[in-house]
Every structure is written in C-alpha cells, then in structure tokens.
C-alpha cells in the first residue's frame, strides 16, 4: 500500500496489484481498508467506483474533490510506481 495523502481521517492509496487496472486510488480507515475507490478520467474528474464502507454523501463529495485536487500529482505517483505504460478506464 502507498499512501498518497489524508483527509477527513481516511488514508487515500495505490495498492501494489494495482498496476494493471486504470488510474484509481483506494479509501481506508483504520485497520479498515479498501471502504471507496474512486476512478480518474482523463480530463482529471474522479468517480466512485465502490463504497464498502458506507461513505457519507458528505465524506464522499469531500474525498471526491480532494483527489480531483490533486489529479496530476496522483497521475504522477502512480506513472513512477506502475511506470509510464497507464491508462484510463474511462
């Protein structure tokens, strides 16, 4: 697991199987991992894929906008842990 940052008391993350899925990053708290997953699109939106762990509206359209806040960087991380061979799912 590689954390990218925090908000609201969730970890947002890669998982290290990731890398043959498009760009997405996971939600967790605590010991609880993998409750969201939200997407990123090319044109730098990012939609819920999943929400396991009862996600509120509003913790939901605060992760949401967090991790469209940090699209590029997202991008990046993810182009020098999984290489620059990456795509979008959508």
Do not use: C, P
């Not at 908000?7 to 947002?12: F, I, L, T």
Request: hydrophobic share 35%; net charge positive; glycine share 10%.
């Amino acid at each position: 697991m590689t954390e990218l940052f925090r908000v609201m008391g969730y970890s947002v993350f890669f998982s290290s199987q990731d890398m043959h899925h498009g760009v997405h990053v996971h939600v967790g708290k605590g010991r609880k991992r993998d409750l969201g997953k939200f997407i990123l699109t090319k044109d730098g939106h990012a939609w819920l894929a999943h929400n396991r762990g009862e996600l509120s509206e509003y913790e939901i359209l605060k992760i949401q906008d967090a991790v469209e806040g940090r699209y590029e960087k997202i991008v990046y991380r993810w182009s020098r842990q999984f290489g620059d061979d990456y795509h979008f799912d959508k």
